[in-house]
């Protein structure tokens, strides 16, 4: 994966973390799950780049 695909990775793992402190904040239990799935994704992606990268 390119330094793009990394950045983009980052920045969803940035939101999601954004989304599940807001809706703590807010007792928004649906934005608060929402940030973690977002999260999950990113975390998923990051270690397939990490695969892929222990491959070159």
């Known amino acids: 994966m ?3 695909d990394k950045i983009k990775n980052a ?5 999601g973390k954004a989304k ?3 809706g703590k904040a807010t007792d928004n239990e649906r934005l608060e799950a929402e940030g973690q799935a977002e999260q999950s994704k990113a975390n998923v992606k990051k270690a397939g ?8």
């Open 20 to 22: 599940e402190a807001w």
């Open 11 to 15: 920045a969803e793992d940035l939101t």
């Open 2 to 4: 390119g330094l793009d």
């Open 49 to 56: 780049e990490n695969v892929k990268d222990a491959f070159r």
